[in-house]
């Protein structure tokens, strides 16, 4: 299994080409499924997830097809699917697909309203948190859908196709807000979804969806009406930049110091992360390229924080604050209110010498003078890229097991950030 070596102490400075978001992507190669029609998606990170889905798409007969780089194309330019789900052959998604990702059970959606069946399988918990589906199953059989659960499937009908309904999600959910857009985008009349999620990447399927034929208005608002239509056809679409491995090379650049221009990035949709940095003592400037971000002499100032739906600070990017509060000066306090197990990190960052005290959901974390180098590993995605960030800029060697993790979701994060002068290689074996 792959390993990273990190010897921290090294400032950032250069360039960072910010990827398309995987949140994004993701959802958006799934609502393929609901046109015989090509969708072209440009801008679509290399990511183990991406290639995971095209295989998890293939086996309902999804055709996919990876445009190469072309001369003159940037190293690090994205890759442009041609997804083209003419014949919906199979629309059961099993077991030993969905478990290795859970947003694959998002599939329903596209099978249900198109198909008018589905046999999908839970997906089960994870290490983030137990991360229910009873919201997506409350969606669809608002929209007139019969769900069963048999042997650990999901399996849904609608005879007569869907129909349009309110749906009133009693909490905010991005995968619920996702299943019923896509859902509601064939159903027969007028979809309203209430305390809608408003994050980015649901507004950036909206627009592709519209862009296929959707009658969809109030993305990214609390409330969205979708009119359904009976067919929807092709389209290309670019995914938009990725917000959480945005802000996740802000904290990179807060930890070490240095300076560092995120090329591409979009700074609103990160602004309340980017606003936690400022006080945090980093300099952040917005230009035509994107974000700079600086922190030249000063230290890290103490912030208290709390997660929140979009447009407050993301839960996917707590463990990467965390991570760079361990150096602050002095005590920082930062609430996870999204999932009820994302601290596996603070065991993790421990390990560097961080001083971390869990209080049920609230973390304090006292910042110290120095992290040394450790061997550490990580169960998830976000989880894992702390520990890049705390290694960045402890004393020694570090060396990061099991990240396969950061594959999932972060594009050649080794070679962006030793591009800017961190001293970083992938171990392989
Ligand atoms: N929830 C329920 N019932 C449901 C659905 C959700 O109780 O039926 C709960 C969840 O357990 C959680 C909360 O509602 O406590 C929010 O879950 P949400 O549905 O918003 O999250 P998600 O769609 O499963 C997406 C991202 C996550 C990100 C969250 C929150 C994708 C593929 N995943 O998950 O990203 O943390 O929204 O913003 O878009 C990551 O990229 O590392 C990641 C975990």
New binding site residues.
Partial sequence: MDRIRIIGGNKLHGTIPISGA??AA??LMIAAMLSDETLILDNVPRLADVALLQRILGNHGVDIMAVGKRPGDHEYQGQTLHISAKNIIDTTAPYDLVSKM??SFWVIAPLLARMHEAKVSLPGGCA??????????MALEKLGAELSIDAGYVVAKAPGGLKGATIEFP??????T?VALMAAALAKGTTIIANA?C?P?ITDVADCLNKMGAKITGAGTPRIMIEGVSKLHGARHTVLPDR?ETGTYAMAVAMTGGEVQLSGARPELLQSALDVLTQAGVTITVNNDGIKVARNGAGISPVTVTTA?FPGF???LQAQLMALMTRAKGASHITET???NRFMHVQELARFGARIQLDGETATIDGVAKLRGAPVMAT???ASVSLVIAALAAEGETMVNRIYHLDR?FERLEEKLSACGATIERISG
């Fill in positions: 995987k949140n993701l959802p859970r947003a983030i948190g137990t991360r229910p589906v009873d919201l997506l199953i909490k905010v959910t991005v995968s619920g996702h999620a994050e990447e959480i739906p993301p839960t996917d999204i999932f009820e998830d995605l976000r979701g």
